[in-house]
Structure formats: C-alpha cells, structure tokens
C-alpha cells in the first residue's frame, strides 16, 4: 500500500511562501492499495492535483470523505475524474440522521457556489456510511467509525497484507478527559488506530492554542503524541496544520516536542508531497 499527502492543511487553503515546503492545501490523501486499488481520503484542495496523476487505465476511484466541513471538500468539484464517463467515482461519506449525503453536498455543489450540479456528473455513486462499518475496495479492508469531531465524523482504518493505516485528520480525543489519555476503550478512535504501521493524526494547535479553542474539535501535537503512544502505533504523520503557522513555527514545535520526548514511534512531519510504501 502507497500513500501520499496531497494536502496537509486544516481550516483554509493557506498558499504562500510561508508555506511551500509543508504545503498550503487542504486535506487530502492519496491510497495506492496492494493490488493498484485508487483510494482518496477526503476531498480539500489538496485533491485537485490527485486526477492528473492517476494512471492513464485507471476505471474507478473510491474518495471517502471523514465529514462535510468546507476544508474536506471544497476541492471536489476540481477533481478530474469527476467529470470523465470512462471513470466509475464511488463517493463515500458520513450518514445523517436528518438528510442524505447527496443532499447535504449539492449545497455546495450547486448554484450560486459551483456551477455545476452534483446530478450533471457523468459517473458519480454516492454512499453514506452508517458506522461502525467495515467495507472492501478490492483487497482493502475499510472500517469507518465515529470520533470526536463536531457534526458526524469518522476515522478509517485501511488495512491490506503488506500494513494497516489509521486515518484520523479531524480529532479531539482529550475533549472532556481530566488526564489525557484515559484508558483506551473510553479513548476516541482507538480502536481505529490500534498497533497501525501508520497513523495521520490531526495536530492542529499549541498547546496555549488549544486553551481558547477546547472542544472545536481538534488536537495539539502533544495530544497527538499521546493517543500515538496509547495506540502503539509505528509511525505518527501529523497533519491538519493550522493556517496561520508557518514551516518556520511547525519545524520548531516539533522538533522541541519530539526531541525532548521518549518515544516509541516515529514522527514524521507531514507534508505536502510525502510519500509512504508499507511495503
């Protein structure tokens, strides 16, 4: 299984010569699974550059977005393969208790903020995801559950025979624990992210960030460090980086944090273009 950021960004689109090396997109992963399966996580801007890398013979792309906030799909209507009839595109999304998912992203898709009709797209499904649910992309096993995030969100966990890959971009696990991390089956996404080879982990804010901002939905890199280590995982890729921090501001949080921490992962930075092979 391959995998590689597109988009590294949280909130907005954040484009500028302070953010060149870490990327300026918002979310979205690239998925190559063991037998060539085309998996994309979450469609930010970050996914406009996706379609043109695809493989010529490519006949069916899976975009499983975590939830409906603009930064996760603001880019969808730029991804190519959309608008190509040879290309089957499986949208998958969050369920709702009130409205379909179609429904909820024809706001965007629409008039007056796209020009284009989600109904117009040639070879478009959409699918909504009641979790917990496992499903199978070729030879990839997905399972979708709920973390804590506002608004219906999930987490995957993609899982093959050369590695498993935990995907929680949007997460908030300390939210409401006194002594973070609790013990783990009272710890959000846990049980997605779990002895994974790689976890890609929200890491928004600084710790003094976080103070003014509990409970909108996202982690600082110590939370992040924490709930890695609870999980036992090999690898933490941060992500979601906030769009006021520049590469200067990320490189020296993290390397004072990982430096002066005993841990038993790796970190690596995530930035835009980072490529990872399990195998």
């Given at each position: ?31 190559v ?17 996706i ?5 010529a ?7 499983l ?22 290309i ?13 998912l ?63 890959l935990?995907?929680?971009p ?13 013990s783990?089956?009272?710890t ?8 994974a ?6 890491a ?6 976080h ?7 996202h982690?600082?890199?110590?939370h ?7 999980a036992?995982v ?29 841990l038993?992962?790796?970190v ?10 399990l195998?």
């Amino acid at each position: 299984m391959k995998i590689k950021l597109w988009g590294t960004r949280g909130s907005l689109a954040s484009a500028g010569p302070d953010t060149v090396r870490y990327g300026g997109d918002t979310a979205s992963v690239q998925i190559v699974g063991c037998n060539g399966e085309s998996v994309v996580l979450d469609a930010g801007s970050g996914i406009r550059a996706i379609g043109p890398e695809l493989p010529a013979e490519t006949a069916r792309v899976d975009v499983l977005l975590t939830h409906l906030h603009m930064d996760h799909i603001q880019g969808l209507g730029f991804f190519q393969p959309l608008f190509d009839p040879t290309i089957e595109v499986r949208v998958w999304g969050p369920g709702s208790t009130t409205i379909d998912l179609g429904r909820r992203l024809t706001r965007y898709l629409s008039p007056p903020l796209f020009p284009v009709l989600l109904r117009d797209l040639p070879n478009v499904t959409l699918h909504e995801i009641d979790p917990p649910r496992t499903i199978m992309i070729g030879e990839l096993t997905i399972r979708a559950d709920l973390i804590t995030h506002p608004g219906p969100t999930l987490g995957f966990r993609i899982e093959c025979h050369d590695g498993t890959l935990a995907y929680l971009p949007d997460h908030e696990p300390a939210l409401g624990v006194m002594d973070f991390p609790d013990s783990p089956e009272w710890t959000s996404g846990f049980g997605l992210a779990v002895d994974a080879d790689v976890l890609i982990h929200d890491a928004q804010y600084t710790g003094e960030e976080h103070k003014t901002r509990v409970g909108w939905g996202h982690s600082t890199l110590e939370h992040a460090l924490a709930f890695a280590r609870l999980a036992g995982v090999k690898q933490l890729v941060t992500f979601h980086h906030d769009p006021a921090h520049s590469d200067e501001m990320l490189d020296e949080v993290i390397a004072d944090l990982v430096d002066n921490s005993k841990l038993p992962f790796v970190v690596t930075p995530g930035r835009a273009g980072l490529e990872i092979d399990l195998a």
